[in-house]
């Protein structure tokens, strides 16, 4: 079974341009969350999404919105990029109910000049 | 802020020798989740304890849950200089479901 895939691996952008992140999760998991991991820290939650809906968001702005599709891939959109939004976004995925493994992506390089 | 921090920031110690990594996190949770990371890669799944487990083990893993004191955590026994990475420790909030909090992890490094 494919892991948790994410496209692309490595992203260059221009300040105030938008980025398109994709993630696919692993097969039969209906859950994925969206992570931002600056250079040093810790991955800090974005988004979860389940069964196409919106379950959490995390302490960031509105320029960052995600959306969930029918086969459960997901895309991550962030608009008006900053300098500071550079970093890596992993995604995650787990099956449904609490208590149960998330399994991340290899992530995407987001490199803002 | 967030909910985990990991202590010591970073370990260094011999091939063979043991590793403890400790987390420590602020709110209940469903379950804690152990992370490794090579190179700012992805995060690769250890394990995951239970709120209502005290310890788990596998492989050369053993990982310790005290919810009275909110905290974790990890041991690696004979370790390799394979186990050269971050780790990171990654807890749930109370009823919200696999939406995760971490740590600014331990970076461990093993000499051959």
């Known amino acids: 079974d494919a892991g948790v895939t994410q496209s692309p691996t490595h992203l260059i952008k221009t300040r105030g341009q938008q980025v398109t992140l994709r993630c696919s999760p692993i097969?039969?998991?209906?859950?994925v969350s969206w992570y931002q991991q600056v250079l040093g820290q810790g991955p800090q939650f974005i988004f979860q999404?389940?069964?196409?809906?919106?379950?959490g968001r995390g302490n960031f702005p509105d320029r960052f919105s995600a959306r969930q599709f029918p086969n459960y891939s997901s895309e991550l959109n962030v608009n008006a990029l900053l300098l500071g939004d550079s970093a890596l976004y992993l995604c995650?995925?787990?099956?449904?109910?609490?208590?149960?493994?998330?399994?991340f992506g290899q992530g995407t390089r987001l490199t803002v000049v | 802020s967030q909910q985990g921090e990991e202590d010591p920031q970073a370990l260094s110690i011999q091939e063979g020798e043991n590793a403890t990594m400790n987390c420590s996190y602020k709110?209940?949770?469903?379950?804690l989740q152990w992370y490794r990371q090579n190179s700012g890669r992805g995060l690769v799944h250890l394990i995951l304890?239970?709120?209502n487990e005290r310890e788990k083990h596998s492989g050369r893993l053993r990982v310790t849950l005290d919810t009275s004191k909110k905290s974790s955590s990890l041991l690696i026994t004979a370790s390799r200089a394979a186990d050269t990475a971050s780790y990171f420790c990654?807890?749930?909030?109370w009823g919200t479901g696999n939406q995760f909090y971490f740590g600014t992890g331990t970076s461990l490094t093993v000499i051959p």
């Open positions: 304890i239970r709120s």
């Open positions: 097969s039969g998991h209906k859950s």
């Open positions: 709110t209940s949770i469903n379950n």
């Open positions: 995650a995925s787990s099956s449904q109910g609490l208590n149960t493994e998330a399994f």
């Open positions: 990654a807890t749930d909030r």
């Open positions: 999404y389940y069964e196409k809906e919106e379950r």
